[in-house]
C-alpha cells in the first residue's frame, strides 16, 4: 500500500529556515523522480520543485529551496531557507512532474512575524 507522509512543518519568522520531510513507502521509491507541492490559502496546489537527472525549480522558490533525497531511508527533503509570507501553505510531496500517488496528509508551514 503506498503511503506518503510529510513532517516538519510549523510556525517560522520571514527570512528563517525549515526542513520539510517526507517518508514515501509501498513503491519501488528509487526509480521515481520526486518533487514537492504546495497550497496555498484560496490557490491550487502546484508543483514548486523536483528532482531528476537536474533539479528544476519554479521561480518563486529558486535559490532559496532545495530538494533532496536519501534512497536508503526512501526519504526525500526540502530544505527552504528564507522563508517568506508568501511561503505559506500546505507542502506535500509526491512524484514529479506527474503526480502519480494519494496525496498524504502533507505539512503546515506558516511564515509570519
Known amino acids: 500500500q503506498v503511503q506518503l507522509v510529510e513532517s516538519g512543518g510549523g510556525l517560522v519568522q520571514p527570512g528563517g529556515s525549515l526542513r520539510l520531510s517526507c517518508a514515501a513507502s509501498g513503491m519501488n521509491f528509487d526509480i521515481r523522480t520526486w518533487g514537492w507541492y504546495r497550497q496555498s490559502l484560496g490557490k491550487q496546489r502546484e508543483l514548486i520543485g523536483y528532482?531528476?537527472?537536474?533539479?528544476i525549480y519554479t521561480e518563486a522558490v529558486r535559490g532559496r529551496f532545495v530538494i533532496s533525497r536519501d534512497n536508503a531511508k526512501n526519504m526525500v527533503y526540502l530544505q527552504m531557507n528564507s522563508l517568506k509570507p508568501e511561503d505559506t501553505g500546505v507542502y506535500y510531496c509526491?512524484?514529479?512532474?506527474?503526480?502519480?500517488?494519494?496525496w498524504g496528509q502533507g505539512t503546515q508551514v506558516t511564515v509570519s512575524s
Open positions: 509526491n512524484t514529479a512532474p506527474e503526480w502519480d500517488f494519494q
Open positions: 528532482v531528476g537527472n537536474i533539479p
